[in-house]
């Protein structure tokens, strides 16, 4: 495609997008503009139909790394600008959007806004979420990228984190790249400690969600959160 006519297609598409939105847009059409947004003087269809033919949906190239984008041809460090910008306001936004909750109420909440942040990650990531006595987000921070196992998430990390942010209470929540969002005994083991140490700094550990493809798992919902409050009230007892 000419310059001149990959200018005006570019301007066609982008007119067509402030005129109705993505509404009648293919996919490709998105990461098209998306791309141009890097580099405004060069025909980004060919690159765009090339990303969806390699990473199959939408959201397969945005959630894309920079390094798996530039694999493909016409693809550098310019063009990858408009994906890491969208990737980037979309994080900022939802987060932005839970902390400005009044308050939480379940987890089927909870899942909603950290849903798409977390749904294509390649590996696993442990979030945390810093509340007041509220259930009003403080903060929000990933403390652990890679395996979650009690031998990667410090308990005592954790709760010197909570306390740092001046915490009443915490959620966790991690996601399963597999797409499954059973607990493994490792999760249950982790969230064990975790409820324990929270009883010990006095802060309460409310929920522990685990997040699959289009579903979730929630430690309280299925009573293990209590569980482990009344282990620990037993072992103090014994005490």
Known sequence: MAETDAAGHRQRLRERFLKSGLDGFADYEIIELLLS???PRKDTKPMAKEAMKRFKTLRGV????PGELQEIEGIGPGAVFGILLV???AREYLKEKIIDKPALQSAQEIFEYLYHTMRDLTTE??????LTSQNQ??????????TVSHSAVSPRQVMESALAKH????????NHPSGECQPSQSDKDLTRDLVFAG?????????HIIIGNDRYYSFAADD????????????KLRK
Do not use: N, P
């Open 199 to 207: 009883y010990l700094m006095e802060v309460k550990v409310i929920d």
């Open 137 to 146: 987000i403080i903060d929000t921070a990933v403390i652990c990228e890679g």
């Open 167 to 174: 915490a009443a209470s915490l959620i966790f929540v991690h």
């Open 87 to 89: 990737q980037a306001v």
């Open 37 to 39: 947004l890097g580099v």
């Open 224 to 235: 293990l959160i209590a569980r482990y409050e009344m282990e620990y009230l037993g072992l």
């Open 125 to 130: 990531a442990f979030r945390v979420l810093y």
């Open 62 to 65: 945005l959630s894309a790394s």
